[in-house]
């Protein structure tokens, strides 16, 4: 394995996640950015540690982003590129399942609790055509 991709590869390699937790005091509304959806309708709460490691992930993700298009702009050979490019789709993928576990675990579980999962259980459906191929 040439520098780059052990330097790539080892800053994509994380150790599990710890615990997820919420915290009632970074409180913000969840809302729908896409046109003609209807916004959610309870707020949504994320911990500091938790809106930290999916940060953390996405500037981790962002770097290799950029690594990538120093290796094309060099030249490298393609098969090394794409090797690359699947290390960062796969990376994308984890922080998607990231995002999605709180979802389920908090946000529509706190629906179902407030009595308005029906909404969240739309959103979630349209989010996850969206995403999935």
């Not at 309708?41 to 290799?64: A, Q």
């Not at 098969?79 to 990376?91: E, S």
């Amino acid at each position: 394995m040439n520098t780059f991709n052990q330097l790539t590869h080892e800053s994509l390699t994380t150790s599990p996640p710890p615990e997820h937790t919420h915290d009632e005091d970074h409180n913000h509304e969840h809302t729908d950015h896409t046109p003609g959806q209807v916004d959610s309708v309870h707020p949504h709460v994320h911990s500091e540690e938790s809106l930290r490691r999916i940060v953390n992930r996405l500037s981790r993700i962002e770097g290799h982003v950029r690594g990538i298009k120093t290796m094309v702009q060099q030249n490298s050979p393609c098969p090394d590129v794409l090797l690359q490019i699947a290390a960062v789709r796969g990376a994308i993928d984890k922080v998607a399942r990231i995002v999605l576990d709180e979802h389920l675990t908090e946000c529509i579980a706190r629906a179902a609790q407030e009595g308005n999962i029906d909404v969240e259980i739309e959103q979630l459906k349209a989010a996850l055509d969206r995403f999935l191929p």
